[in-house]
């Protein structure tokens, strides 16, 4: 290791400065959506299996939960325009503008050039847990999600269930398509209901039992129309390993709801992010 210079206390004391300062993001209407809520009734479901993965559909300007049904348990979640694969849940982004974790009145926003909210959090009954004494928290956009690659290059093993093989079948299955054309279509998620965080001396990405209990939920709000897909993890509730036949699983449940006619009088869906798009191309330098 290379000696510390003279000055390196100094240099560690500077005061860090935030990269996205959000006081300036566009704030969602909480209380229109919570009126709006009140009186939606539900109109679809979907019981997504242990190990496995299911995708749904949400039109703009519905809401849809995500519950723990029967015991603790994880999920992965992805979200595409329903019209568009290719604008996409970006969680690199939604964590740069929130912070690690996302709770009520956050939001995920999506891939370029579109950069606008794709769904906003309006319910979160984990928001009671905060940061941890380890530095852990719930709904994490930092993780990627578990996969076969990782696996291979770490414990040569062929595992299939995991998060990221999971959301390529439901994915090929929904569009009909094969899993190598679906694939590329899966992308970073939302960890709903997983408690993980980085380690304080060497920086490592952590998960820890998750706090979930049956009847906890997430609810979000719909901006645009959607496309979700959502995993129930191999790793249950990801207290001890995340890509397991071993760890108990249970399933999670998806609900969509539609509000009534005039309930949303006053919203309209963002539309896509207002840069021109020149990237300076032709300009005299």
């Keep these: 290791m290379t000696n510390a210079p003279r000055d390196a206390e100094a240099r560690r004391a500077i005061a860090p400065v935030i990269c996205y300062p959000n006081e300036t993001l566009p704030v969602p209407d909480m209380s229109l959506y919570a009126r709006a809520r009140q009186a939606a009734r539900k109109v679809g479901e979907t019981l997504v299996p242990p190990r496995d993965a299911r995708c749904f559909a949400v039109p703009a300007g519905h809401f849809f939960r995500i519950t723990s049904v029967e015991g603790p348990q994880v999920g992965d979640l992805n979200l ?6 290719i604008e996409r849940f970006y969680s690199g982004k939604t964590r740069a503008l929130h912070g690690t974790h996302l709770t009520t009145g956050e939001r995920m926003w999506s891939s370029f050039p579109h950069l606008r ?30 996969d076969p690659y990782t696996g291979n290059l770490l414990a040569g093993t062929q595992y299939h269930h995991c998060c990221h093989s999971n959301l390529t079948r439901a994915l090929a299955d929904h ?19 997983m408690c993980t965080g980085f380690t304080r001396d ?24 959607l496309l979700g897909g959502l995993s129930a993890c191999p790793g249950g509730d990801c207290s001890a390993e995340h890509s397991s036949d071993t760890a108990p699983c249970h399933p999670l449940l998806v609900e969509v709801f539609a509000p009534i ?15 021109d798009r020149t990237h300076g191309w032709g300009q005299v330098g």
Excluded at 202 to 225: C, H, N, W
Aim: net charge negative; proline share 6%.
């Design 80 to 85: 595409w325009n329903a019209d568009d694969l």
């Design 117 to 146: 909210p794709m769904a906003t959090i309006v319910s979160d009954t984990l928001d009671w847990y905060g940061i941890d004494s380890f530095g852990g928290s719930v709904h994490d956009v930092i993780g990627t999600r578990c």
């Design 175 to 193: 569009l009909g398509v094969s899993p190598d054309k679906a694939e590329a279509h899966v992308h970073d998620v939302l960890n709903v209901f």
């Design 202 to 225: 060497t920086g490592q990405y952590f998960m820890k039992a998750s706090p979930v209990r049956p009847g906890d939920y997430l609810e979000f709000f719909a901006e645009i129309d």
């Design 261 to 275: 006619e005039g309930a949303l009088d006053g919203w309209s869906r963002p539309g896509p992010n207002g840069y």
